[in-house]
């Protein structure tokens, strides 16, 4: 059965501060999608990161960076040097290629950025 | 712009009544989605279209229903049958169901009981 383990239900950390954030899923599929989302406090989910499973190349944008290892089941996400606006919840989602129509999310991991 | 517009952001729902969500879109994306989300839970797919005039039940489909009889326009309707349907509500679409396209998401409709 396909499933999305966020373990850090809430995270606190001082501004300039790096985090990451962990995320763990079980498939039986070969192919599948892992997707990243973070949700602001007004509420909208916005679309982050998409990776499929064939490429395991760790992937940087600006502050944010993603490291997929398929060995260990896991999609973490890091935010570098974090500001006041990270602080949302987020959201790690599976995609198995058989299963086109559903993605399932973890419950989300809420992070404070402390001033 | 184009976008994702889920109206009203605020609605209540007295005991026994139904009420409408409603869920526009302008990417002219072919799958539309309707997810809830209580605290603490993630969301959980209530509905889906892939296409017009077609839908499927997702885990949590007792108590709503949808239509799609236009590819832009997927409204819920809780019905009086959800004894709890306080929650936020959200909307999302994506260019189709295969691929493993993104979903873009709404703003979101909190539902509330009076």
């Known amino acids: 059965a396909q499933k999305v383990t966020q373990a850090q239900t809430e995270i606190s950390v001082v501004e300039k501060e790096d985090v990451t954030l962990d995320c763990v899923y079980e498939?039986?599929?070969?192919?599948?999608?892992l997707f990243w989302y973070k949700q602001p406090p007004s509420g909208e989910l916005v679309f982050l990161i998409r990776r499929n499973s064939f490429d395991e190349q760790n992937e940087i944008s600006g502050r944010y960076s993603w490291n997929f290892q398929k060995s260990t089941s896991s999609f973490n996400f890091t935010i570098t040097a974090s500001q006041v606006v990270d602080s949302a919840v987020y959201f790690c989602a599976l995609l198995e290629a058989n299963r086109d129509d559903k993605i399932i999310f973890g419950k989300g991991t809420r992070l404070h950025i402390l001033p | 712009d184009g976008g994702i517009t889920q109206s009203p952001k605020y609605l209540f729902r007295k005991e026994g009544q139904n009420v409408t969500l409603s869920c526009e879109q302008n990417?002219?994306?072919?799958?539309m989605y309707w997810y809830r989300q209580d605290p603490g839970q993630g969301l959980r797919l209530i509905y889906y279209?892939?296409?017009?005039?077609?839908?499927q039940k997702g885990d949590i489909a007792e108590g709503y229903s949808v239509s799609r009889e236009k590819k832009e326009s997927f409204p819920l309707t809780v019905t009086s049958a959800q004894k709890n349907p306080t929650a936020f509500y959200l909307c999302a679409s994506s260019r189709d169901n295969r691929g493993g396209q993104p979903q873009h998401f709404g703003d979101g409709t909190r539902l509330s009981i009076l």
């Open positions: 990417l002219n994306h072919d799958a």
């Open positions: 279209s892939q296409i017009v005039n077609d839908f």
């Open positions: 498939t039986r599929d070969t192919t599948y999608y």
